[in-house]
């Protein structure tokens, strides 16, 4: 039985740099000599796509490659669960995270990479004021409880970011960049990042996600025009505006995009039905042959077969790929009609869409009609017309954003959680539209000046308290919902800690007593709850994944993910109980009958000695039960 220590690769959040290197080897091989990179010979292999030159495009400020470091180093955190804190915590798929968002998202890398479909952030803008993100390289984890008086007595330490620093704009990419680095790994093949921005670091923001995210996944730099009024104090221009960048992860991965439809637009323009495909709706009309105002491109000129058995060439391209287009004609999609001089090709733009939303207009580049007053208006509604944080962004404009990104079932992120806007647009349009959104927020507690709500996390996790109060009254009425019309109207509050798990730190002046203390692997004022949450994240398991209990031979047993991890916690387990014990899990087990491999995990100080661990372990792997593990 192999222990679990705060050395070990599960227990820490994914090597990257490890990762990278292993993905060079199994491509360049001969790259390679006793373990290290011939940077001589990669050269050579990747021929005139190395670029050498001393002065080169791209963006470039003191501390990039520390800032990119940091986005490497993997964290040795822990999120600790606060159900006290929560709201339906055992039926919930919604988290609510307070914490430093570089240690969170590095901490979600093993359990949500790949995983979210949208992500929107709303990060603070560099005016010149006090921002409290200084990370510290060496040991972030303590700089956090630093930072946010859990370790002194100091309470924050703030970070001046003044122009006259001198670092105005790098102290700003600096926390920006290993952020955005980690959050492109949370997104699935067709996930897309909206993010927030004034005039200030736009430029500079839309450098550093060229670099990041590529620059062919820009997708749109929309312009939020976020008041009506205002301009008594300016010297020059009413600055109405704001940004909003919006990437993709892949640009070939995603669809169009749509806004849902208008009711009045919908009943108007898609008037065309359709037998064959009655799920999809109605249609509209839209010709094949493409406008002058798209670029050339030989690919797009082809034939299609005419209901006369002729074949019709475009004057000058079509808008789809040839695959695409008889892919449409084998479905009856295409529609021709008779023209003086052959056939015109159009298609039928079904109002549903193969993802099964409806599809209404395109998103407009400039975003009107929503402004920073709605928020102020949403977040008073919920305070007893008190406003608890300056400038929310309004609601509407999040479930603006949310319907472009056009899914239903979308895990939606943020880490810059501020009020939390985010999470009452996803609960609200939740019930709006009958979607089964998720939600990831991100706040770290910083202090505030009020006794009621002292940290600005504190104002996050209960605004979301309030909307799920509002909802529930609303929908009190409507008994008659069944189990998969119900609303998840609840979230989990977890808090970033340092890990369950010690370190080796010896006290050289007293070596026989820093033995002793490591005899136990796990500190003493965490939870059995703690370390259970720690393995799921180590382990790459969703944070809402079901766990169940059982006593077998007197002893707790926690079932998680449907078998994919069985922990006994038990602080002592004497022999006489080693083989009842093994033997009820091994049942369980296969009453269970996972689809993969399972990890057993027990605590290492539980056993008696190590016959009794070994026998344990031996029982186990005979009924195929291979992977077993102490903390």
Same mark, same amino acid.
């Given at each position: 039985?192999?222990?679990?220590t705060a050395? +070990?690769?599960?227990t820490?959040?994914?090597?990257?740099v490890?990762?990278?290197?292993?993905?060079?080897?199994?491509?360049f091989p001969?790259?390679?000599t006793e373990e290290?990179?011939d940077?001589?010979?990669?050269?050579?292999?990747?021929?005139?796509?190395?670029?050498?030159?001393?002065e080169k495009? =791209?963006?470039?400020?003191h501390?990039?490659?520390?800032?990119r470091?940091?986005?490497?180093?993997? $964290?040795?955190?822990?999120?600790r669960?606060?159900?006290?804190?929560?709201v339906?915590?055992?039926?919930t798929?919604?988290?609510?995270?307070? *914490?430093?968002? /570089?240690?969170?998202?590095?901490? /979600?890398q093993?359990?949500? $990479?790949?995983?979210?479909?949208l992500i !929107?952030i709303?990060?603070?803008?560099?005016t010149g004021?006090?921002?409290v993100?200084p990370?510290? @390289?060496?040991?972030n984890?303590?700089?956090y409880l630093?930072?946010?008086?859990?370790?002194?007595?100091?309470?924050?330490k703030?970070s001046?970011?003044?122009?006259?620093?001198g670092r105005?704009?790098?102290?700003?990419?600096?926390?920006?960049?290993?952020?955005?680095?980690?959050a492109?790994?949370?997104l699935?093949?067709?996930g897309?990042? @909206?993010?927030?921005i004034d005039?200030?670091?736009?430029?500079?923001?839309?450098a550093?996600?060229?670099?990041?995210?590529?620059e062919e996944n820009?997708?749109?730099?929309f312009?939020?025009?976020?008041s009506?009024?205002?301009g008594?104090?300016?010297r020059?221009?009413?600055?109405?505006?704001?940004?909003?960048?919006?990437?993709?992860?892949?640009?070939?991965?995603i669809d169009?995009?749509w806004?849902?439809?208008?009711?009045?637009?919908?009943?108007? !323009? !898609?008037?065309?039905?359709?037998e064959?495909?009655?799920?999809?709706?109605?249609?509209r009309?839209?010709?094949?042959?493409?406008?002058?105002?798209? +670029?050339r491109?030989?690919?797009?000129?082809?034939?299609?077969?005419a209901?006369?058995?002729?074949?019709?060439?475009?004057?000058?391209?079509?808008?789809w790929s040839?695959?695409?287009?008889?892919?449409?004609?084998?479905?009856?999609?295409?529609?021709?009609?008779?023209t003086?001089?052959?056939w015109?090709v159009?298609?039928?733009? !079904?109002?549903?869409?193969e &993802?099964?939303?409806?599809?209404?207009?395109?998103p407009?580049?400039?975003?009107?009609?929503?402004?920073?007053q709605q928020?102020?208006?949403?977040l008073?509604?919920?305070? &007893?017309?008190?406003?608890?944080?300056?400038?929310?962004?309004?609601?509407a404009?999040?479930e603006?954003?949310?319907?472009?990104?056009?899914?239903?079932n979308?895990?939606?992120?943020?880490?810059?959680a501020?009020s939390?806007?985010?999470a009452q647009?996803?609960l609200?349009l939740?019930?709006e539209?009958? *979607?089964?959104?998720r939600?990831?927020?991100?706040?770290?507690?910083?202090r505030?000046?009020?006794?009621?709500?002292?940290?600005?996390?504190e104002?996050?996790k209960?605004?979301?308290r309030?909307?799920?109060?509002?909802?529930?009254?609303?929908?009190?009425g409507?008994l008659?919902?069944?189990q998969?019309?119900?609303?998840?109207?609840g979230?989990?509050? @977890?808090?970033?800690?340092?890990?369950?798990?010690?370190?080796?730190d010896p006290?050289r002046d007293?070596l026989?007593r820093t033995l002793?203390? $490591?005899?136990?692997?796990?500190k003493?004022?965490?939870?059995?709850?703690?370390?259970?949450?720690?393995?799921?994240?180590k382990l790459?398991l969703?944070?809402?994944?079901?766990?169940?209990?059982? $006593?077998?031979?007197?002893?707790?047993?926690?079932?998680i =993910?449907a078998?994919?991890?069985?922990?006994?916690?038990?602080e002592?387990?004497?022999a006489a109980?080693?083989?009842?014990?093994?033997l009820?899990?091994?049942?369980?087990?296969?009453?269970?009958?996972?689809?993969?491999?399972?990890?057993?995990v027990f605590?290492?100080s539980? @056993?008696?000695?190590?016959v009794?661990?070994?026998n344990?372990t031996?029982i186990l792997?005979q009924? =195929?039960?291979?992977n077993?593990?102490?903390?």
């Amino acid at each position: 039985m192999k222990p679990l220590t705060a050395n +070990d690769p599960e227990t820490k959040t994914p090597d990257v740099v490890a990762e990278n290197i292993e993905q060079l080897k199994t491509i360049f091989p001969e790259a390679f000599t006793e373990e290290k990179v011939d940077f001589e010979v990669l050269k050579q292999l990747l021929g005139g796509m190395v670029e050498e030159r001393e002065e080169k495009y =791209g963006l470039n400020w003191h501390g990039k490659r520390r800032a990119r470091q940091l986005a490497l180093t993997p $964290s040795t955190g822990t999120l600790r669960p606060c159900p006290e804190e929560s709201v339906d915590w055992e039926t919930t798929q919604n988290l609510m995270i307070e *914490g430093d968002n /570089l240690e969170v998202l590095k901490l /979600l890398q093993k359990s949500y $990479s790949g995983k979210v479909k949208l992500i !929107y952030i709303d990060p603070p803008y560099n005016t010149g004021k006090d921002f409290v993100y200084p990370d510290d @390289f060496r040991d972030n984890i303590k700089n956090y409880l630093e930072l946010t008086g859990q370790v002194n007595s100091e309470g924050n330490k703030i970070s001046s970011n003044t122009e006259a620093s001198g670092r105005f704009h790098t102290d700003w990419l600096n926390m920006m960049y290993p952020r955005l680095r980690l959050a492109r790994n949370l997104l699935q093949e067709d996930g897309l990042i @909206f993010i927030s921005i004034d005039d200030n670091e736009v430029i500079n923001l839309r450098a550093a996600c060229n670099e990041v995210f590529g620059e062919e996944n820009f997708i749109e730099g929309f312009v939020w025009k976020k008041s009506y009024g205002g301009g008594a104090k300016e010297r020059f221009a009413v600055r109405q505006h704001e940004f909003c960048l919006l990437y993709a992860k892949n640009i070939d991965a995603i669809d169009e995009l749509w806004l849902p439809p208008d009711p009045e637009a919908e009943e108007k !323009y !898609y008037d065309g039905k359709d037998e064959n495909l009655a799920t999809r709706g109605p249609f509209r009309i839209k010709p094949l042959e493409a406008t002058k105002s798209m +670029d050339r491109r030989e690919n797009l000129v082809y034939g299609i077969p005419a209901p006369d058995g002729t074949e019709v060439f475009p004057k000058r391209q079509w808008w789809w790929s040839k695959d695409r287009a008889l892919k449409t004609l084998g479905q009856n999609g295409l529609v021709f009609n008779k023209t003086s001089d052959g056939w015109s090709v159009s298609y039928k733009q !079904y109002l549903i869409g193969e &993802d099964g939303l409806k599809r209404g207009a395109k998103p407009f580049s400039v975003i009107d009609g929503i402004y920073t007053q709605q928020g102020t208006a949403n977040l008073r509604e919920l305070f &007893d017309d008190e406003v608890v944080l300056q400038f929310p962004k309004p609601v509407a404009l999040l479930e603006r954003l949310l319907n472009v990104a056009g899914d239903k079932n979308a895990l939606v992120l943020d880490f810059f959680a501020g009020s939390g806007t985010t999470a009452q647009a996803v609960l609200e349009l939740n019930r709006e539209d009958h *979607g089964h959104r998720r939600f990831i927020l991100v706040q770290l507690p910083e202090r505030t000046e009020r006794k009621d709500f002292r940290t600005i996390a504190e104002i996050t996790k209960e605004r979301i308290r309030r909307v799920v109060k509002k909802l529930n009254e609303l929908d009190s009425g409507q008994l008659d919902l069944n189990q998969s019309e119900r609303q998840d109207l609840g979230f989990r509050v @977890f808090k970033l800690a340092s890990s369950n798990i010690k370190a080796w730190d010896p006290n050289r002046d007293d070596l026989p007593r820093t033995l002793h203390d $490591s005899i136990e692997h796990l500190k003493t004022d965490r939870t059995e709850q703690d370390i259970l949450f720690e393995l799921l994240l180590k382990l790459g398991l969703d944070l809402t994944i079901p766990i169940e209990q059982k $006593s077998i031979a007197g002893k707790t047993v926690h079932n998680i =993910g449907a078998g994919t991890l069985l922990v006994c916690l038990a602080e002592q387990i004497a022999a006489a109980k080693v083989e009842p014990l093994a033997l009820g899990i091994a049942a369980w087990h296969k009453e269970l009958a996972p689809a993969g491999e399972t990890t057993v995990v027990f605590r290492d100080s539980a @056993f008696a000695d190590d016959v009794a661990k070994t026998n344990l372990t031996a029982i186990l792997q005979q009924h =195929g039960l291979e992977n077993v593990r102490s903390l």
